[in-house]
Each structure stands twice: as structure tokens, then as C-alpha cells.
């Protein structure tokens, strides 16, 4: 990509009002980013919601001077990036309506033809949680093409980022600032590790320091990247069931591990399982069963067909659908047979437990 449009994908991060979507939209009306800023105001605002607050801020000349500063540290410091328009741009990443125009990594990151998960939780992990992060890493310690991404926060974040080291994996830790500090400053003493097994991603600035308000960047980074999200524990509100709300906007599996009714860090979980947005996992076994990630397919989780199926009335519209149709994702078969997806994800584990049908990844349904 040429200079003037790199500065230009910048100037777009740096302006207020201009995300990921509307810079997608700018750049495909105009043919290039650097051509946006050549274009007459009247003609921008042609395009569908473009306003008069962004054409303001849109050609404030200040972003483009600090864009101008940022792309001038990125070649002293030799920062790599990665832009939406790259052939090597995460396939994963690529696919989600909001992602980066622009993000930085550091490390030694291949996501090329991975499995990839996200690990994400409270910071406040109690034994159960570490412990079942920990083994779950260790049982899927043989997919050795899996790579671990999650946030570098305390608790089950850098669990997750600990075991997959221990156990030679690949992990990525995506940044809610950038790149020329780590927070918190306590994990400082294993970026190394991380960076020689995998490394960091951020869309953020050098400049910009820690914020929450750049959890929601941070998070849907996490939850777009990964072909499956994992979350181990929450309370009944957190960041985690934030970035599992992402990966099932995405059509993406997202899993959790239950727990007690009265446990504070499993209520979000137990909801999560409760309301259909996640699968319950207990082990390693349950996430290759349904990413069909198994290794060894005679050994692969079965369930006994019974010779005589009862099907009730609805059931039979499902299947009835899926054998004209043929492999279909859940919101597909809704809009199919029109039923609501809560219900329809009940039919759908039912005759998952009959034998007649069988998951696939992204949501996708099949006969069996």
C-alpha cells in the first residue's frame, strides 16, 4: 500500500465519529483512502450516513498531521502493521463487519490455516476456574496448529496465555492500549515468552496509555480472531460476556464452563449456557467434538441412532428442511422454518440427542 494511504488509514483511526464501518464505506465510495481527502465535502456527504458531525471532523487537517507524526514513529521504531486491504490480514478477522482498518503486532504471529481459540474471564479467577483453564490447555496441548488468544488481563487471561506457553502453543494477547507499554506492569515478565511463542495486537497508538474505553476494541479483536470463545468465568455482568455477545454476533461457536448457582463468577456463565448463546464445555473432548477438530475420527464422540425415531410435529419441519437444504446455520433454518431461535436451538439439541442431526462450526446444522 502506497505512503499517502497509510497516512490516510491513520488520519480515518484518528477522527472522531469514523469507525471501522464508515471508513470501509468511505474508502469503497472514493477508491482508496488517500482519495477520500481529495473528494469535495458535497460529495462525501452523498453517502449513505454521512453526516454533517463527521464531514466536520472529517477534514479537520489536524488528523492528518497526527497521522503524519504516527507514521513517521511506525518506520523509526520499525512497528509492524497490518492493514484490512493486506493479503495476510487475519481470514478470521477479516470476516467481522467491524473490523480494524489498521492494527500493530509485535512478535512472532502466524494465524495462517489455525485453530483458534479465545480464552477470556474474571480477573478476580478463583481455583476452579485456573485450575479447569489450565487443564483444558493441557488436553488440547496435541492440536499443535491451535493458537490461544486472549486479553493479558489478570486472572484467566494470563492463565490462558501462561498455560498455552507451558505447553509450546502459540498465544496472542490483544491490547487495550499500545504498543510501547503493557499493562498491567505486573505481566511485563512474560512478554518475552509471548512474543517468542506468539506476540501482541493492538489497534491503538503508540501513545495511547491503558483505558476502559478501549475494551470494546480490545474485546472484539479477541472475539473476531478466534474460530471458537471460551469463557471460564463471570460474574453476572463483565467484560467476558461482552466479548462472547461479539463471538455470537459474529456466528462464531462461543462455549462455557458452568458452576454452582450460588457461585458469584459462574453466574454469567451458567446464563450464558441458560439463554443459548454458548455451548457448555467440561473438557477438551467437548470443544473438538463440536469444532470437529478431532485428530483421530474412529475414536470421534458418537451418538447411537435408535432404529424407530418419534419426532414431534416441529422436529420433522427441521428435518424436513435440512434434507432439502442440506448443511444450514441456525439463523438459516430459523428464517426457514419460522420458528424463533430460542426454540429452534432446543429442537436442534434434541435431535442432536436423537442422532438425527449433528453440529457443525459457525452454527452450522446437518443431518446426519
Given at each position: 500500500m502506497k505512503e499517502e494511504d497509510l497516512?490516510?488509514?491513520?488520519?480515518l483511526q484518528h477522527t472522531p465519529?469514523?469507525?471501522?464501518?464508515?471508513?470501509?464505506?468511505l474508502i469503497a465510495h472514493c477508491g482508496s483512502p488517500a482519495a477520500i481527502y481529495q473528494q469535495k465535502k458535497h460529495k462525501i456527504a452523498h453517502i449513505e450516513r454521512i453526516g454533517s458531525v463527521i464531514l466536520q471532523h472529517l477534514f479537520d487537517p489536524v488528523h492528518l498531521r497526527e497521522a503524519e507524526k504516527e507514521w513517521r514513529y511506525i518506520q523509526d521504531?520499525?512497528?509492524?502493521?497490518?492493514?484490512?486491504?493486506?493479503?495476510?490480514?487475519?481470514?478470521?478477522?477479516?470476516?467481522?463487519?467491524?473490523?480494524?482498518?489498521?492494527?500493530?503486532s509485535r512478535g512472532n504471529i502466524d494465524l495462517a490455516n489455525k485453530k483458534i481459540i479465545s480464552i477470556v474471564g474474571t480477573r478476580q479467577a478463583t481455583s476452579y476456574g485456573i485450575g479447569f483453564c489450565e487443564k483444558l490447555v493441557e488436553e488440547l496441548a496435541h492440536l499443535h496448529d491451535l493458537v490461544i488468544v486472549s486479553g493479558y488481563a489478570y486472572g484467566i487471561d494470563i492463565t490462558a496465555h501462561r498455560s498455552a506457553i507451558h505447553h509450546g502453543l502459540q498465544t496472542v494477547a490483544c491490547l487495550a492500549h499500545g504498543l510501547d507499554t503493557l499493562y498491567p506492569a505486573s505481566h511485563k515478565r512474560y512478554?518475552?515468552?509471548?512474543?517468542?511463542?506468539?506476540?501482541?495486537?493492538t489497534e491503538f497508538w503508540h501513545q495511547s496509555k491503558f483505558d476502559r474505553k478501549n475494551f470494546l476494541g480490545r474485546n472484539r479483536i479477541i472475539a473476531g480472531l478466534a474460530d471458537a470463545t471460551i469463557v471460564v468465568e463471570s460474574a453476572h455482568k463483565g467484560g467476558s460476556l461482552v466479548?462472547?455477545?461479539?463471538?455470537f454476533s459474529y456466528s462464531r461457536e462461543v462455549f462455557a464452563l458452568p458452576?454452582?448457582?450460588?457461585?458469584?463468577?459462574?453466574?454469567?456463565?451458567?446464563?450464558?449456557?441458560?439463554?443459548?448463546?454458548?455451548?457448555?464445555?467440561?473438557?477438551?473432548?467437548?470443544?473438538?467434538?463440536?469444532?470437529?477438530?478431532?485428530?483421530?475420527p474412529s475414536q470421534a464422540k458418537t451418538i447411537t441412532p435408535q432404529l424407530f425415531i418419534e419426532l414431534t410435529p416441529e422436529?420433522?419441519?427441521?428435518?424436513?428442511?435440512?434434507?432439502?437444504?442440506?448443511?444450514?446455520?441456525?439463523?438459516?433454518?430459523?428464517?426457514?422454518?419460522?420458528?424463533?431461535?430460542?426454540?429452534?436451538?432446543?429442537?436442534?439439541?434434541?435431535?442432536e440427542m436423537k442422532g438425527v442431526v449433528?453440529?457443525?462450526?459457525?452454527?452450522?446444522f446437518v443431518m446426519c
Amino acid at each position: 500500500m502506497k505512503e499517502e494511504d497509510l497516512i490516510a488509514l491513520l488520519a480515518l483511526q484518528h477522527t472522531p465519529n469514523v469507525g471501522d464501518v464508515t471508513a470501509k464505506k468511505l474508502i469503497a465510495h472514493c477508491g482508496s483512502p488517500a482519495a477520500i481527502y481529495q473528494q469535495k465535502k458535497h460529495k462525501i456527504a452523498h453517502i449513505e450516513r454521512i453526516g454533517s458531525v463527521i464531514l466536520q471532523h472529517l477534514f479537520d487537517p489536524v488528523h492528518l498531521r497526527e497521522a503524519e507524526k504516527e507514521w513517521r514513529y511506525i518506520q523509526d521504531q520499525q512497528i509492524r502493521y497490518h492493514t484490512f486491504f493486506d493479503a495476510d490480514y487475519p481470514a478470521n478477522l477479516k470476516q467481522i463487519i467491524d473490523a480494524p482498518i489498521l492494527f500493530f503486532s509485535r512478535g512472532n504471529i502466524d494465524l495462517a490455516n489455525k485453530k483458534i481459540i479465545s480464552i477470556v474471564g474474571t480477573r478476580q479467577a478463583t481455583s476452579y476456574g485456573i485450575g479447569f483453564c489450565e487443564k483444558l490447555v493441557e488436553e488440547l496441548a496435541h492440536l499443535h496448529d491451535l493458537v490461544i488468544v486472549s486479553g493479558y488481563a489478570y486472572g484467566i487471561d494470563i492463565t490462558a496465555h501462561r498455560s498455552a506457553i507451558h505447553h509450546g502453543l502459540q498465544t496472542v494477547a490483544c491490547l487495550a492500549h499500545g504498543l510501547d507499554t503493557l499493562y498491567p506492569a505486573s505481566h511485563k515478565r512474560y512478554a518475552s515468552e509471548v512474543e517468542a511463542k506468539g506476540g501482541f495486537v493492538t489497534e491503538f497508538w503508540h501513545q495511547s496509555k491503558f483505558d476502559r474505553k478501549n475494551f470494546l476494541g480490545r474485546n472484539r479483536i479477541i472475539a473476531g480472531l478466534a474460530d471458537a470463545t471460551i469463557v471460564v468465568e463471570s460474574a453476572h455482568k463483565g467484560g467476558s460476556l461482552v466479548t462472547a455477545d461479539m463471538a455470537f454476533s459474529y456466528s462464531r461457536e462461543v462455549f462455557a464452563l458452568p458452576g454452582r448457582v450460588d457461585d458469584t463468577y459462574s453466574q454469567g456463565c451458567n446464563r450464558l449456557i441458560k439463554t443459548d448463546k454458548a455451548r457448555l464445555i467440561t473438557s477438551a473432548s467437548d470443544l473438538i467434538y463440536y469444532m470437529n477438530w478431532d485428530e483421530q475420527p474412529s475414536q470421534a464422540k458418537t451418538i447411537t441412532p435408535q432404529l424407530f425415531i418419534e419426532l414431534t410435529p416441529e422436529e420433522e419441519v427441521v428435518t424436513h428442511y435440512l434434507e432439502a437444504q442440506g448443511k444450514q446455520t441456525l439463523d438459516d433454518i430459523a428464517k426457514g422454518c419460522a420458528l424463533p431461535v430460542y426454540k429452534l436451538s432446543h429442537l436442534l439439541f434434541q435431535l442432536e440427542m436423537k442422532g438425527v442431526v449433528r453440529p457443525l462450526p459457525g452454527k452450522q446444522f446437518v443431518m446426519c
